[in-house]
C-alpha cells in the first residue's frame, strides 16, 4: 500500500490537501497522499528526475476515479499473494470473480472490507474506495512521515560516498547505488521467479568457468559449480572451502534456497539437486545434435541448450515437486 501510494504522490497536485483532523481522514486517500506530497517536497532532489517512465506518466490525467483504478491495480499483488497465503494456510476456498471484481471480492475474501450484503450487484473498481481497506494500529501520518524520511534520508546518504564504501550489506549497497527517484516509480507486476539465463553454447560457460576462481578461496576449484539460482560459484566437495564439516555446495544451497540448491556442475554439464540432506543427478540441460546428454564431457561434441528441459527444471523448482518427481535420492553427508 505505501508503494501505491507513494508512487501516486508524485502526480498529483498539491491542491488535493485534505485537512488531517477531518472525519475519518485515516481512511481517505486524498488525506494520506497530502501528508506524502508535503513530506516528500521537504526533499527537492525527490522531484528533480525526468526519466522516461515518469515523463509518461505525467502525460496521463489524474482523476480521484483513476487515481482510484490506479491504487486498487497496485495492491492487487499483494491480496493475490495473500489470499493464496491464506488458502494455503487455513484451507479458505479461493473466490472466482471477474478481473473487475477481483479487488473487492479479494479484500472481503481476506476479511479487509465486510462482506457483501447480499443481492447487491458486484461494484466497479472505481465505485470502491480501497482506503476503506486501510486498519491503522498507529497513527497514520506518523508512520508515513517515517517512510517518507526513509526516502529523502537515501539521497543524504547517497552524498556521502565513504559511508557507501563502508557498507557491507550487500541489499543496503545495492539500494545505495540507485537513484532515490527510481524508487517512485514501480511496476506493480510482479514477475514469476526464474533461474539464471543460460547461454546457448555450453562452451560459453566451460570457457568462462573452468578456470574461474572461487571468490572465496581464491582458488580454482577441482570441481567447480554454479548455482542456477543465483549464481554464485562454489567449490564443489572442496576441502577449501569446507567450513564445520559442511562443503560449500551444501552451506551455499542451505543459504540461498533454505537447504534447496540446484547447481550445474561445470567440468560434467549436468545439473545436481540438493534438498536438505540428499541431492540427486537431476541431468543435463545441455545436449549434442543428436540430442543426447554427454556427462562428464567425455565425448567432447558441442553442447546445446534446451531450453524445453530447463523449462522443466525451471517449473519442479518453482512449484517445490523435486522430491517427487526425482526417484533416486542419496545422502550427500555434507560432502558436496
Ligand atoms: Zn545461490
Ligand atoms: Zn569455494
Ligand atoms: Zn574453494
New binding site residues.
Given amino acids: 500500500m505505501q508503494d501505491a501510494v507513494y508512487h501516486m504522490s508524485i502526480y498529483l497536485p498539491v491542491c488535493l490537501a485534505v485537512p488531517q483532523n477531518t472525519h475519518n481522514a485515516e481512511q481517505s486517500w486524498e488525506a494520506l497522499l497530502s501528508c506524502v506530497i508535503g513530506e516528500l517536497s521537504k526533499d527537492r532532489s525527490v522531484y528533480e528526475a525526468e526519466t522516461d517512465n515518469m515523463t509518461a506518466l505525467n502525460s496521463t490525467v489524474c482523476t480521484p476515479q483513476s487515481m482510484e483504478v490506479s491504487l486498487q491495480q497496485f495492491c492487487l499483488p499483494f491480496l493475490r499473494l495473500s489470499s493464496l497465503l491464506q488458502h494455503h494456510l487455513y484451507g479458505d476456498d479461493l473466490p472466482g470473480c471477474s478481473r473487475e471484481e477481483e479487488f473487492c471480492v479479494l479484500a472481503q475474501g481476506l476479511g479487509l472490507l465486510p462482506p457483501p450484503a447480499p443481492a447487491t450487484p458486484p461494484a466497479t473498481p472505481s465505485q470502491w474506495s480501497s482506503a476503506r481497506c486501510l486498519e491503522w494500529v498507529v497513527c497514520p501520518y506518523t508512520l508515513t512521515s517515517q517512510w517518507c524520511a526513509e526516502v529523502t534520508g537515501l539521497t543524504e546518504i547517497q552524498t556521502d560516498q565513504t559511508l557507501v564504501t563502508q557498507l557491507h550489506n550487500t541489499a543496503m549497497t545495492v539500494l545505495l547505488s540507485v537513484p532515490p527517484q527510481t524508487l517512485l516509480v514501480q511496476d506493480p507486476q510482479w514477475a514469476a521467479p526464474h533461474l539464471l539465463q543460460l547461454p546457448e553454447n555450453y562452451n560459453t560457460i566451460f570457457q568462462y568457468y573452468h578456470r574461474k576462481s572461487?571468490s572465496?578461496?581464491n582458488?580454482v576449484?577441482k570441481d567447480p559449480a554454479l548455482c542456477l539460482v543465483c549464481g554464485t560459484f562454489v567449490?564443489l566437495k572442496?576441502l577449501?572451502?569446507k567450513q564445520h564439516s559442511y562443503c560449500?555446495c551444501v552451506l551455499h544451497s542451505q543459504h540461498c534456497g533454505a537447504a534447496t540448491g540446484i547447481f550445474l556442475l561445470i567440468n560434467a554439464s549436468v545439473i545436481i539437486i540438493i534438498r536438505g540432506h540428499r541431492f540427486c543427478l537431476w541431468g543435463s540441460v545441455y545436449l549434442d545434435a543428436h540430442g543426447e546428454e554427454d556427462r562428464d564431457l567425455r565425448r567432447g561434441k558441442p553442447l546445446f541448450l534446451c531450453e524445453e528441459r530447463y523449462r522443466v527444471l525451471e517449473q519442479q523448482w518453482v512449484s517445490h515437486t523435486f522430491d517427487h518427481i526425482n526417484k533416486r535420492w542419496g545422502p550427500h553427508y555434507n560432502g558436496l
Fill in positions: 572461487c572465496a578461496c582458488k576449484p567449490c572442496g577449501c572451502c560449500e
